[in-house]
């Protein structure tokens, strides 16, 4: 799989750390605080986007009345204990971070999170310094699934788009990959199991875990 790779990006979120089980518990809490009700359909009509546009599209779809930057808060203020004390890593993604350094493959991360958050749980799993480059939503023009975040990665790591290794865990990150001209491997995560087959077809890989690689 790494054969004439010299970098990897990952998305974070479900990818890196097991995290996404918390997103649908946030949302209710903070729709329950406005005395909505939660929508299962919501996550995928969020699926990718950035944590700003996401703020953006949670106040017109609601009619909510504070800011953005309010909501963008809220979230935050929710997310950072469970970052902190409660997100675990991904099944061997550590090791399999050791083995890419021990390779020289260039390392990265690509996400629709938010760099607060971002920073606090890969402070707390001690995985930061692999890292050279780290880049939010919220940096580049469009979010997931267009291939900005993962082009804009790729630049700063010095690796052109064909000699990069993404991995996934939902749809809009699999296509925002393919998008870019890399290559994806897609890792199973819970959160996404309705759509398994649909990231099997998308991608150019897929695993269960990164125990697999090592």
């Not at 890196?16 to 997103?23: K, N, Q, Y």
């Not at 963008?72 to 399999?96: I, R, T």
């Not at 780290?134 to 804009?152: C, H, R």
Request: charged share 35%; glycine share 6%; aromatic share 10%.
């Amino acid at each position: 799989m790494i054969k004439n790779i010299e970098a990897c990006i990952f998305d974070l979120d479900g990818t890196l750390v097991d995290s996404m089980w918390m997103w649908p518990e946030i949302d209710i809490e903070y729709l329950g605080r406005l005395g909505i009700k939660y929508d299962d359909n919501l996550k995928n009509e969020i699926d990718g986007i950035s944590f700003h546009e996401t703020a953006v599209y949670f106040k017109n779809k609601f009619d909510i009345v504070d800011s953005v930057e309010k909501i963008c808060q809220d979230w935050e203020d929710m997310a950072l204990d469970k970052y902190k004390y409660e997100v675990k890593e991904k099944p061997g993604c550590s090791s399999f971070l050791e083995f890419l350094k021990s390779k020289g493959i260039r390392m990265g991360i690509a996400t629709s999170n938010n760099r607060t958050m971002v920073d606090a749980v890969l402070k707390s799993l001690n995985i930061k310094d692999y890292f050279e480059v780290i880049i939010t939503s919220d940096e580049v023009k469009k979010g997931k699934p267009a291939p900005d975040i993962y082009l804009k990665t790729a630049d700063l790591l010095g690796v052109v788009p064909e000699k990069c290794l993404v991995f996934e865990d939902v749809v809009a990150g699999i296509i925002a990959g393919k998008s870019a001209g890399m290559k994806v491997c897609a890792i199973e995560d819970d959160f996404s199991k309705e759509v398994r087959h649909k990231k099997k077809e998308l991608s150019d890989y897929y695993i269960d875990d990164y125990r697999e690689l090592l």
